[in-house]
């Protein structure tokens, strides 16, 4: 288990980073979402070690992290950081053995992780020769060329097409296995379709966090009414709901003070109704409204 507590980073006066605490648990896949500057690389680097936080402190298994445990994750930098002249195939070795693996090993893995990919035809073709998806493709090769026992990922489905992002991802969560995963991504959709676990970050605070069914769920119970008659606006004047839309006979409301079946009863008393359910609310509505 990995759990950012506190964390925070300055730069000058400015706090970028505001006492960030969050997990990433074992076997599930933790999305990092949040707009463009709002501290998801700088907390990333964090979490590596890459910077030093201001305050606060990353724990691994309930302890701080050490230097050598940090070895053992597989990081994908947003900067990336392969060498675009050299031959894939040597430049996921040369990695594996930077990790201490042998050269069989190594070579061996690699392979597996090109064949993986659908690369195992271009081990010999240097990195810049790929197509952008391509590159992407042995980025994220090589953060998993060392069996990492964690992995952080900066934007790893950025520049994909969807295909390729479903590919990827089924890759990722089958090598990831029982540990811990954490990306980043600031596309919505994406994280909803992949993750388990969501944590939103704005301004450099933890805004939201925790499962994703239960953050869908975290807002206030929302129904659709659809009534036999033509016109809804009088379900204006019931209490114990805020209406958010009156549409012809279809109205869309939150329960603010009262029971669904209540509702229901009442409304039912006075007019047919034809459909009464529940509506889910999508992750890109709760994003909003913590963005606001
Ligand atoms: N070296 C630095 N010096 C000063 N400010 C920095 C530095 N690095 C990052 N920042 C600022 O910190 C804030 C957070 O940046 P960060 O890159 O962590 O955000 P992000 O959520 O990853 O954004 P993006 O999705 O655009 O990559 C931004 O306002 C950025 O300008």
Known sequence: MLDISH???????????DDVTFSVRPGRVTGFVGANGAGK???MR??????????????????PI?????????????????????????QLVFLARLHG?????????????????????RGDDVLDTLSLGNQQR????????????????????????PVAVDAMAALLAKEAGDKPLLFSSHQLDLVERLCDDLVILSHGRVVAAGPVDELRGAGPARYRIVLAGAD??????????????????????D????????????????EPVVEFSPVRQPLSAIFREVNR
Do not use: C, K
């Not at 964390?7 to 980073?17: A, I, K």
């Not at 964090?46 to 724990?59: F, K, Q, R, Y």
């Not at 606006?233 to 109205?251: E, Y």
């Open 232 to 253: 809804a606006a009088w379900i204006r004047d019931l209490r114990g709901i805020q209406v958010r839309d009156i549409d012809g006979p279809t109205a869309l409301v």
């Open 138 to 161: 042995v980025q994220i090769a090589a953060a998993l060329i060392h069996r990492p026992e964690a992995l952080v990922l900066d934007e790893p489905f950025s520049g994909l097409d």
């Open 7 to 17: 964390l925070s980073r300055s730069y000058g006066d400015t706090l970028v980073v």
């Open 41 to 43: 690389t700088t907390t």
């Open 101 to 121: 693996i042998g050269r069989a090993d190594a070579t061996r893995r690699a392979g597996e992780l090109l064949e993986h990919f659908d690369l195992g035809e």
């Open 66 to 90: 050490s230097t050598g445990q940090r070895r053992r994750f597989g990081y994908m930098p947003e900067e990336r950081g392969l060498y675009p002249r050299m031959r894939l195939t040597d």
């Open 46 to 63: 964090m979490i590596l070690g890459v910077l030093a936080p201001t305050s606060g402190e990353v724990l691994w298994n309930g302890q």
């Open 255 to 270: 329960l603010d003070g009262t029971t669904p079946s209540d509702l229901l009863g009442t409304v039912v008393a006075r």
